[in-house]
């Protein structure tokens, strides 16, 4: 489920999420245009101590939006850092229905993020979403690929770093994909009342 392929692991490396960390942060100060994030799992299991998901799986959809709400305030200087370098910074999440629970509490994330500015966008893949898995491109030099174990719930344990340019193309190919075939829904905009408390 989610797993990459070997194709994309070819050549290279194993990181420990540590490691994963290291890497985004040089990655990050090397990127000039554009950092893309493809997020395809279905549920993921936060760090322990996330209070939003926590307040969110206890049933108080208010205070998780309240703590969604504090939680993207504190990633204001990130964004700040993009509008500066004036970078293209996108999250292309897929989606399956119907949503998971932790998709739900997602949806109140994303659009507290959206409002304040970040690019998400959303498709239905024209393939099934288990055959999709996260990666973070950065321009056209770095690419990190999560590992969230075997599921099925995402939990990330380490990841990949390549710098192969046939493995970034190919990278840069699936987005490219994704935004051609895949269906794109807005799902922002049925957000019920309640997750709106």
Known sequence: MHQPP?????????????GFLESFGEAWARTERRFLKLECWQSYREADGVRS??????????LARRLLEEEAMGDQPLRD???????E??????????????????????????RLGEHIEFFIPPS??????????????????HDYGAGP???????????????????????????ARGE????????????RA
Do not use: C
């Open 89 to 114: 910074f996108t999250r292309v999440r897929l989606l399956a229905y119907p949503l998971t629970g932790y998709l739900h509490y997602e949806m109140m994330n994303y659009e507290v993020r959206s």
């Open 81 to 87: 850092e993009v509008e500066a370098r004036n970078l």
């Open 153 to 179: 719930v995402g939990y990330q344990v380490g990841g990949w770093l390549t710098h192969d340019a046939k493995a970034l193309q190919a990278l840069a190919d699936i987005a490219t994909d994704l935004r």
């Open 53 to 62: 998901q926590e307040a969110f799986q206890a049933g108080d959809a208010a």
């Open 6 to 18: 070997p194709w994309v692991l070819d050549g290279s490396e194993r990181l420990t999420l540590e």
């Open 184 to 195: 794109q829904v807005r799902p922002l905009e049925g957000i019920s009342d309640t997750s």
């Open 128 to 145: 099934p979403v288990e055959s999709y898995f996260d990666f973070l491109l950065f321009d056209s030099h770095t690419a990190l690929i």
